[in-house]
């Protein structure tokens, strides 16, 4: 992990390709941290969501125009969407904005919308799997995570994992698309992980932005939790604005919150000593029924994968053979989906090791946590 740029204390790191951000300070100060040394990120990413949604709009009119009515295009939807997301932002967050438009190059209404950069695409596939215990070779935790999103592909190398150290709260850190100042993946100095897989298929499609955003929330969360007590408190008194299940993990145990504006619940586990998640409900008493696996991007048969697998390797799995399990295609059994799947993490909670692969890039990089957070 070599230095290559640094600004007012905050550090830009390259790890075989991977970009992090380290940043430190109160918010303001690590705005304009990151808003330097992510500065040429964050313009490809605003770029290309205006080519992206530019093309489907034009391409939008002009089947309703011959339909001869005309609606709203996707660009003008993604911009109202930044302005909703970022309407209920805590003040901390809003510092930060202030901050990034300071040393960027871009505006605040432009970094609104990179912002919203996953909010502009809701087919978001993804699996995870965490195994401990008699699941494990050392009795150890380990968690692994595929993030499936063909269509995002041209912004892979926009990826950035950042490190945040906020002045008065815990540290740190998330993997996303630069500009995203969210939690879609995390983990804290504490040793807590969290992940989040849509869930859209069992309780819907519907985002209710009159509600804070359930990403923002996770990323204050992290700021503010210290154990697995605080996550539970938490996700039993907050509402989610959408529909999604996210993955939390300690160094002793992984859970599943199937959590939507209908409420939360803990989804059950076949086994003691793994979790595993897909993108539809599992918990019994949900009144959705079970989706369609070919109009739900095979969340079925990928669950089914990743549970045949946890048990053929059951007792053998350690960050090795969970890299190899998550990268194994659903066409060979495991939850790989061809050509889909855009990154893949593996954490070790208790060790705070993280190890990333992004696709049509170099193997599998080991991040050493201990020396980010």
């Known amino acids: 992990m070599e230095i290559v740029k640094q600004y007012e204390g905050g550090k830009l790191y390259l790890a075989n390709g991977i970009r992090i951000v380290d940043i430190r300070g109160d918010w303001f100060t690590m705005g304009r941290q990151y808003g330097c040394l992510a500065k040429e990120n964050l313009q490809h990413v605003l770029d290309f969501l205006k080519e992206k949604t530019i093309e489907e709009t034009k391409s939008q009119r002009d089947e309703e125009t011959k339909k001869g009515g005309s609606e709203k295009g996707k660009w003008e939807r993604v911009v109202e969407t930044a302005e909703k997301l970022f309407s209920r932002y805590p003040e901390e967050l809003r510092a930060f904005f202030k901050g990034m438009a300071e040393t960027s190059g871009l505006s605040e209404e432009e970094l609104r919308i990179v912002n919203a950069v996953e909010y502009a695409e809701p087919a978001f596939m993804c699996s995870a799997l965490a195994a401990w215990g008699p699941y494990s070779t050392d009795q150890e935790l380990v968690f692994g995570r595929n993030y499936d999103a063909m269509s995002y592909l041209p912004i892979k ?19 996303g698309y630069a500009g995203e100042i969210y939690c879609v993946n995390g983990f804290n100095e504490k040793g807590l992980f969290i992940e989040l897989n849509n869930g ?10 009159d509600l804070n955003a359930s ?3 996770l990323l204050m969360l992290l700021f503010r939790a210290e154990n697995m007590q605080d996550v539970d408190r938490f996700f039993r008194e907050t509402q989610s604005f959408s529909s999604i299940i996210i993955g939390v993990a300690d160094e002793n145990e992984a859970r599943s919150y199937e959590w939507c504006t209908a ?8 086994a003691e000593g793994q979790m595993m998640q897909t993108n539809h409900y599992v918990h019994p008493d949900w009144p959705y ?14 669950r089914k994968n990743v549970c ?11 960050a090795d053979r969970m890299c190899t399990i998550m990268q194994t295609p659903m066409a060979d059994g495991g939850p790989m989906f061809v050509p889909f799947t855009l990154y ?7 060790k705070k090791q993280m190890r990333m692969r992004i696709t049509e890039g170099p193997d599998w990089t080991s991040i050493d946590m201990n020396k980010l957070l």
Do not use: C
Request: aromatic share 8%.
């Open 263 to 270: 409420g939360t619940k803990l989804a059950e586990q076949s």
């Open 157 to 175: 190398d926009d990826l950035l994992v950042t490190v945040y150290h906020p002045e008065g709260m815990l540290s740190a850190l998330t993997v």
């Open 200 to 209: 859209m298929p069992s309780a819907g499609f519907d985002i209710r932005y």
């Open 289 to 302: 029924d079970e989706p369609n696996d070919a109009q739900s991007w095979f969340t079925l048969t990928r």
């Open 308 to 318: 045949q697998m946890a048990e053929r390797f059951k007792g053998q799995i350690d």
């Open 344 to 350: 893949q993490l593996v954490v070790e909670p208790r």
């Open 215 to 217: 990403t923002t929330e």
